[in-house]
């Protein structure tokens, strides 16, 4: 009985030296979903009368030893922000992340309503939208949750030569007007920055994108509901991609389109409008395919961290601003000459902050980042994968460089910061997040 009883042990030692060891815990997990935020006829806001297109607000979570991070972006032009810090309190309760974690963008597009409770100028805004996009955001953050599963991560860049400076020099003038530079003399950055999340077995679970247009293609149809070219973009990625992939597509320093539909004649424009969107959107989405296709992927962990920070400059108000109908040189116009003034106003705040994803560092603000200031930051840091994201259309309007504001450009008269603070606090500030998070 001994005998058989230590057989017996010798042959159960054998049998779980010999199995299959239990795999270990996944070191990187993604997950990502999309919510449609299109709102029904009976909630559309004037101008708008008609749908052209669905929008969405899509989101991914990334988990890498426990440590997470959120990316969502929303086919709205803005969202104020009292509702942004209410929705990313929310999900940082919900999906356990911390706040600087969180990624919460728009995709700028301006044919949709604005997500605010306060009353608009240029795009109307709706309560019940609000309420709308805040609960498609939280479900979409559950469902990238809920989806969470072992996986590649690759990025890469690409590019596309869609866009130009919006500060065009007029010497009619003998200044800067608002337009597209054709000369390519003034800053522009035509990188397409492409990360990708993968199953183990190859299969896609998301895109981020970052490209630096203005959404502007789908304002020629300003009746109409659209996502404009980064909610087509992100369609045709879905689309081709298959299953359950999402596709987030993020706003930097942007430039104008170099193509625009506004001299078309009016019972042509529409149909002019939707092609431009669409051709836009094929090269961009065959771009981000083809650099993804490249990425060489792995499954190891990947440092995930984020920090924020407020900066407070002197305000300031511009009179008039300087667009076409706003302010004119021509004898004999109605409108009032171009000759501009400043007025003091109380000090604005710009909230800015930098999450890193592995080798990515996404720093976001709450502002529109011009391309000459994007490029100062592209020159000054070590981080080859700096994506700068434009979350939305916050209380500073336009951060820039100091060189900006005597040339009167677009931005300097829209900014509601002084000069001197913005360019310093921002390069500053950035700097010193990203050499505590690398």
């Not at 017996?8 to 030692?13: H, I, S, T, V």
């Not at 100028?121 to 969470?148: C, D």
């Not at 009167?408 to 998070?437: D, F, H, P, Q, V």
């Amino acid at each position: 009985m001994k005998k058989a009883a230590s057989l017996l042990l010798m042959l159960g030692a054998t049998a779980l030296t010999s199995a299959s060891p239990l795999p270990a815990p996944a070191e990187l997990m993604a997950g990502a979903a999309r919510v449609k935020i299109t709102p029904s006829p009976a909630e559309l806001v004037d101008p708008f009368k008609t749908i052209a297109d669905d929008i969405h607000v899509r989101a991914v979570v990334i988990d890498s030893g426990g440590k997470r991070a959120v990316v969502i972006v929303a086919d709205v032009p803005t969202i104020s922000a009292k509702v942004s810090a209410d929705i990313v309190g929310r999900i940082s309760a919900q999906a356990h992340v911390p706040a600087a974690n969180i990624v919460l963008g728009t995709s700028h597009t301006h044919n949709a309503m604005r997500v605010a409770t306060e009353p608009g100028i240029l795009i109307p805004a709706s309560p019940k939208f609000v309420e709308r996009v805040t609960a498609a955001t939280l479900e979409a953050v559950r469902q990238a949750e809920a989806r969470l599963q072992p996986a590649r991560a690759g990025v890469g860049r690409g590019k596309a030569y869609l866009i130009a400076n919006r500060n065009q020099w007029s010497p009619a003038h003998g200044r800067y007007i608002t337009g597209v530079d054709r000369t390519g003399n003034e800053p522009i950055d035509h990188s397409l920055g492409v990360m990708k999340f993968e199953t183990l077995d190859g299969k896609p679970i998301a895109f981020l994108l970052n490209y630096a247009i203005e959404p502007v293609v789908a304002m020629a149809i300003p009746s109409e509901i659209s996502g404009d070219v980064p909610g087509a973009v992100s369609r045709m990625i879905e689309d081709r991609a298959g299953g359950d992939a999402v596709a987030l597509f993020t706003i930097g320093a942007a430039g104008a389109p170099l193509y625009e539909s506004e001299h078309s004649p009016i019972e042509r424009r529409r149909a002019h409008t939707l092609s431009l969107i669409d051709g836009y959107a094929t090269i961009l989405a065959e771009e981000g395919l083809a650099v993804a296709r490249d990425l060489a992927t792995s499954p190891d962990a990947v440092t995930i961290g984020g920090e924020s920070r407020q900066l407070v400059c002197p305000g300031k108000i511009t009179t008039p601003l300087n667009l076409p109908n706003r302010c004119a040189y021509t004898p004999g116009s109605k409108l009032p000459v171009c000759e501009f003034s400043d007025k003091d106003t109380d000090p604005v705040t710009l909230n800015h902050g930098v999450v890193r994803i592995g080798d990515v560092a996404i720093v976001q603000t709450d502002a529109n980042v011009t391309p000459a200031l994007g490029a100062k930051l592209q020159r000054a840091t070590p981080i080859a994968n700096t994506w700068i994201v434009a979350l939305t259309y916050g209380p500073m309007k336009y951060v820039m460089d100091d060189a900006a504001y005597p040339l009167n450009t677009y931005e300097a008269t829209a900014s509601i910061a002084r000069r001197g603070c913005a360019e310093k606090g921002y390069l500053t500030g950035t700097s010193k997040m990203m050499s505590r998070l690398w």
